[in-house]
């Protein structure tokens, strides 16, 4: 069994309580790195809290710490239920709070070890650890309840809440056993149930409903923008027009006259306002006159930039696989296929544009966010204020949507409303506040990329070989992921490692240096690897005369879990049956995070514009905690990914950004959603991620669909101009 408990001090207890509010919350108990026994499971409030993820009051109340962040997918009723279920909780009384920031307690295997949601590792990383936190509290009760009734702990069952002694119908709850229980040893290496025991993991939202969906349906969920604190002001930021534009001078006199207006401050990142209410801060920036300094700023709009990558798709780049040899064998092919793939920069555009509030003392200050990175975060609010780490608390609240914007690894608005605060010598808290128009022009973007490819196809119609050059920026430059080799393998997973058994594979990449910020975006690189591999296996089956469905089939052989998806996703959309007139259907697979998701879409074009009438999904993620959340993950990574394909552009003109907000910014609409239906495959295998591998194969399967359709390959997105 894997150990993962450590110890801190009460004291310590006490101040993480604090900083999540309600009075104290979980301690850390448990078995140490190297199985040594450690402390019982007591709370000074006499609660029993065996590990870091879960504490039980005397009332029965069972309280599970999330070390990862809800943002809307689910991952607060995950987490309860893998915990409630080997506890054998009863699920009414189980309630979920949002953990500090601590690497040694809430550390993610999966990303490094530091405390982070990313990824979609929040159920990977938490599986066993979290089944080990439940069943060690529901051993400790038993063992209570065996020593007050004097029988065998193995005589003992338990129940929703309860343990039971059958023989005798001895009943007791959890909160009349808890302080006996908070008194023992935290046994090591408990045994975990089977799962053909398990009591909610797997059963539908009828048995574990969201835990969150009540407070966000009635008001009481708390986001940063409900947070308000006395005297506190609100800021908005006047940042340079230009990336990499500057401050030249500015002229505060008109914003300080506006009512309401308290102060105007300038920070490295522009020029902040601030006021007792967002209005005023908001009319303040617009009365600011300011001059800019561009002579280190990006000037080059999104089509100068893409005719740089065009160049640099000619020239030879870092290589990364290289099987046999795909020049030789695309010379001596019978039929040879050529297409280069062009895809916009892309904004997270959440619903919840970007925000924080800090209160900064003498010695300590006080964050108020949704953050992916918690520690990350703290560690750079720290450095702007010369603080140790350990005295910025970190309060995490829900996040409304994020799609990797709030795990910005240079931690850029949270800085941003440190940096006011400090500005102001913390002279009052400070809600930072991003405008849509901000959000979604000031970066950070999805990297524009471009995927050049050749392939040669055999007189039977087989692929012989393989050649792709990827071109795009390093995302990894200057952050905690930098290789220091010149390579970012998020632009080219899903490519370098594609199944397809051709025996000559070559791939290299380009990475031109561009001064637009950019970021992972849902699903990362695979947002577009996907793309142009699917969509040239597609352009190559055409060319050999196939249908793209047994052309895949013959490529994937060695892959039995893509095969299996691929092959329902087909056969629950009818596949090789007639499509209704009008339409036609493009498939895609793909893996990614672990897991394997196949979509066949039905495409018709209405007005000149492709419609989506039905997409039918295959899912292989492991083991499935909650079935509903995974539905909704996956309708819900559907239309973030179509929207995107049909629409999704950010447009940069002379180094400017002109798609502000959603009037030009497309995303999909609610008449434009399709039909979609979900078939989740039962497996075995340990939990894989969900949040984002439903999002890369939606946008090659409609375009698949096109070609089916028209003849005619997609080869630049969006698909709508």
Known sequence: MTRFLTTVSRRDFVRVGLVLGGGLMVSVYGCGPNGEELQTGTTPDGSLAPNAFLRIDTNGNVFVTSKHLEMGQGVHTGLATIIADELDADWSRVTVEGAGADDKKYGNSKIGGMQGTGGSTAIANSWTQHRTAGATARAMLITAAANQWSVPAAELITEPGEVVHAASKRRATYGSLVTAAAA?????????????????????????????????????????????????????????????????????????????????????TGIAVLAQHFWAAKQGRDALVVQWDNASANTLGTAEIMAQYRDAAQKPGIGIRNDGDAEKAIA?????????????????????????????????????????????????????????????????????????????????????????????????????????????????????????????????????????????????????????????????????????????????????????????????????????????????????????????????????????????????????????????????????????????AEVSIVNGVPRVHKVTCAVDCGIVVNPDVVRAQVEGAVAFGLGAALYGRIDIDKGRVVTTNFDRYRVLRHAEMPVVDVHIVPSGEAPTGIGEPATPPIGPAVANALLALTGKPTRTLPLVS
Request: hydrophobic share 45%.
């Open 332 to 600: 001596g092919a019978a039929t040879t296929v050529e297409a280069t793939y062009e895809f916009p920069f892309l904004a997270h555009a959440s619903m919840e544009p970007l925000n924080c509030v800090v209160e900064l003392k003498a010695d300590s200050a006080s964050i108020w966010n949704s953050n992916q990175f918690p520690t990350v975060d703290r560690g750079a609010v720290a450095k702007v204020f010369g603080f140790e780490p350990e005295k910025i608390t970190m309060h995490t609240v829900f996040a409304g949507g994020s799609f990797g914007r709030r795990a910005n690894p240079h931690s850029d608005y949270v800085v941003e409303a440190a940096t006011i605060a400090k500005a102001i010598s913390g002279r009052a808290p400070v809600k930072l506040v991003w405008t849509r128009e901000d959000d979604t022009s000031a970066g950070y973007f999805r990297p524009a990329m471009l995927h050049r490819l050749r392939g040669g196809v055999d007189a039977a119609g087989m692929p012989v070989a393989w050649w792709q050059r990827v071109v795009g920026q390093n995302m990894m430059i200057g952050t905690m992921f930098d290789s220091k080799d010149g390579k970012d393998p998020s632009a080219y997973e899903g490519a370098a490692d594609h199944p397809y058994e051709i025996a000559n594979v070559f791939l290299d990449a380009v990475f031109p240096k561009v001064g637009v910020p950019v970021q992972w975006w849902r699903s990362v690189g695979n947002t577009h690897t996907a793309f142009a591999v699917e969509m040239f296996v597609d352009e190559m089956a055409h060319a050999a005369g196939k249908d793209p469905l047994e052309f895949r089939r013959a490529l994937l052989t060695k892959d039995p879990r893509r095969l299996a998806v691929m092959n329902l996703a087909a056969e629950k959309a009818g596949w090789g049956t007639p499509a209704a007139a009008g339409r036609a259907r493009g498939i895609a697979v793909h893996k990614s995070f672990d897991t394997y998701v196949a979509e066949v």
């Open 184 to 268: 023992l040893p935290v046994p090591a290496n408990v045994p975990l149930k089977d799962p053909k025991s398990f009591r909610y993991i797997g059963k539908d939202k009828a048995t574990t409903p969201r835990v969150d969906a009540k407070a966000k349906s009635n008001g009481t969920a708390v986001f940063t923008q409900d947070v308000k604190l006395p005297g506190m002001l609100t800021a908005v930021v006047a940042h340079a027009p230009l990336f990499g534009g500057t401050v030249k001078s500015f002229d505060g006199a008109r914003a300080k006259a506006v009512p309401g207006v308290v102060d105007v401050v300038q920070i490295p």
